[in-house]
């Protein structure tokens, strides 16, 4: 499962760290990433990082969102600095989760945490 921690209620220009941390019967995490989606939008794709760590984001937290992860705690990190009351949204973590099964069987899924809600507002 995943955890999400981190979120509140922040002032226009602030900065906030989100955390989101991978439990369970692990044997790699791959992908990592986090989602957000604002009241009455879609959910939109903000950052992701490869194991490797190879990062993208959208061109709207671009310079101002750092997305960053730990490969031994299985936890990925989201610093948001310069937030406006666009950044306002429920923010989901993600993560492709590799187990293994019966004969060392490899699995590959996507797992979803709970959502955290940033607020921006003075």
């Known amino acids: 499962q995943l955890q999400a921690s981190g979120g509140g209620l922040v002032q226009p220009g602030g900065s906030l760290r989100l955390s989101c941390a991978a439990s369970?019967?692990?044997?790699?995490?791959?992908?990592m990433g986090w989602y957000r989606q604002a009241p009455g939008k879609q959910r939109e794709l903000v950052a992701a990082v490869t194991r490797g760590g190879i990062t993208s984001s959208a061109d709207s937290v671009k310079g101002r969102f750092t997305i960053s992860r730990d490969n031994a705690k299985n936890t990925v990190y989201l610093q948001m600095n310069s937030l406006t009351p666009e950044d306002t949204a429920v923010y989901y973590c993600?993560?492709?989760?590799?187990?293994?099964?019966?004969?060392?069987?490899?699995?590959?899924?996507?797992?979803w945490g709970q959502g955290t809600l940033v607020t921006v507002s003075s």
């Open positions: 369970g019967s692990i044997f790699r995490t791959n992908d």
């Open positions: 993600y993560a492709v989760i590799v187990t293994v099964g019966k004969g060392w069987r490899q699995y590959e899924n996507d797992y």
